[in-house]
């Protein structure tokens, strides 16, 4: 029985490799059509209606997203539940803003805006001081003035 020598076994080297910005086109359209279970025609085709906008190579190549695929995704679901193009666009336009709307009201990743009511209406006619009344016609015409777009049901007398 021989004796071989035994060394130590190396430690394994830390390759970790940064996954990449979920913004980054990674992905080939084959690779990504593959991943979310669609052709790639129908890629080509949502790119063409404006649904999705995957960053291109100085060649042209497409390079989808993490984020693209996600988008991918949700056009399944909502081709599923029997939209077409023309309102998965509405709906993705209007999730968006959404998100957006939700981003400004909280402020930062984390933080709240602000938790007092009254704090946030300040400057837009918020609530009035304790003993002070409210005036009605102001907070009609502070309401039209921002774009409320219901009609006034106590429109001023123009005899």
Known sequence: MS???KLPEPAPADLTVPAPDRDSGVYGISVAAELVGMGAQNLRLYESRGLLEPERTHGGTRRYSANDLERLRRIGDLLSAGLNLAGIGMV???????ARLRDDRTGP???EATSDPTARAEGA???PSP???EDPAERR???HA???STPDPHPPDRT
Do not use: F, K
């Open 3 to 5: 004796d071989e020598s």
């Open 131 to 133: 003993g002070e009344q």
């Open 125 to 127: 006619g918020g609530a």
């Open 109 to 111: 990743v984390g933080t």
């Open 92 to 98: 993705m336009d209007l999730e968006r803003e959404n």
């Open 141 to 143: 015409d502070q309401a």
């Open 146 to 148: 921002v774009g409320d």
